[in-house]
């Protein structure tokens, strides 16, 4: 049961990030060529594969808070638990502290999880994914930001508060799904050969994101850092699904959902 799973989702999606990996590694493509392919598809491919896909999706018929509210309360719970254990016990300053909390908490959702979600679940997880991609930015950005902007000492309100703002109005992903939204709701529908080309490039932004993750991969290096990184990856990959996991099950969510907020979470 579990080897088909492994064969027909994993395989595939890791097969790409590795293709990508060793071209990025044996330098076919140099990191110009990977920027630009990774600006394609995060500036351009995937939002407008989130606003085709939401534009058409069922929508349900009331906010699901529980589902939104169960993620969000377990990652912000990590990031917070992590940071002020970090302020405790090590002398890194604020900046590198905030920066191991954010990635003890928070998921790969536009290279990594869209991809990999779609694959396994298609369009069954079309709204539960959607809807923890449009609240990432504002739930983890703006106390992301705040911490930045504070470590470099800036005193005035206004520095910070634009940049929370701005990360947040201006997001690229928020914007697709709310404008994608919008059509669903109103029925708006957009000329023929203009949705075509928005679907034709929607469709190379799952594999486009999987092959830039594993290029971009290749010009990284873990020297000097693999013990932070393994305990990391410990906190993000095993202690956050499992709190996710058993939230998930006291919600009583559809299995769907439930697959999608684990994932995500990993």
């Given at each position: 049961?579990?080897?088909?799973v492994v ?11 590795t ?10 493509m140099d ?16 939002p ?40 405790i ?15 003890s908490?928070?998921?790969n959702?536009i290279?990594?999880g ?6 396994a ?40 508060g ?8 201006a ?31 929607g ?34 990959n ?7 996991w ?8 559809p299995?769907?959902?439930q697959?999608v907020?684990?994932?995500?979470a990993?």
């Open positions: 049961m579990i080897l088909p064969v027909d989702v994993i395989v595939p999606v890791f097969g790409v990030v293709l990508g990996y060793l071209v990025g590694a044996f330098r076919w990191s110009g060529a990977v920027r630009g392919l990774s600006l394609y598809v995060f500036n351009i491919a995937i407008l594969l989130l606003f085709k896909a939401m534009s058409t999706v069922t929508l349900p018929g009331q906010m699901p808070w529980g589902y939104v509210l169960g993620f969000f309360v377990c990652a912000l719970g990590v990031f917070l638990a992590v940071f002020f254990l970090l302020r016990i090590s002398s890194r300053n604020l900046g590198e502290i905030g920066i191991l909390a954010f990635g908490s928070y998921g959702f290279p990594l869209i991809p990999l979600v779609m694959t679940f298609g369009e069954a997880a079309t709204v539960p994914l959607f809807l923890l991609v449009a609240f990432q930015a504002p739930v983890f950005f703006a106390p992301m930001i705040v911490i930045q902007e504070s470590a470099r000492k800036r005193e005035r309100r206004g520095a910070i634009w940049p929370v703002v701005k990360s947040i109005v997001n690229q992903y928020v914007l697709g799904i709310g404008l994608g939204a919008i059509a669903n709701l109103t029925g708006f529908s957009l000329p023929g050969p203009v949705s075509d080309v928005i679907a034709l490039v469709q190379s932004a799952v594999p486009c994101a999987l092959f830039a993750l594993g290029a971009a991969l290749s010009f990284y290096a873990i020297d000097g850092v693999l013990g932070r990184a393994l305990v990391i990856v410990a906190i993000k095993v202690l956050l699904p499992l709190l996710v058993s939230v998930s099950i006291r919600l009583g969510l299995p769907v959902w697959a907020m684990v994932v995500m990993a």
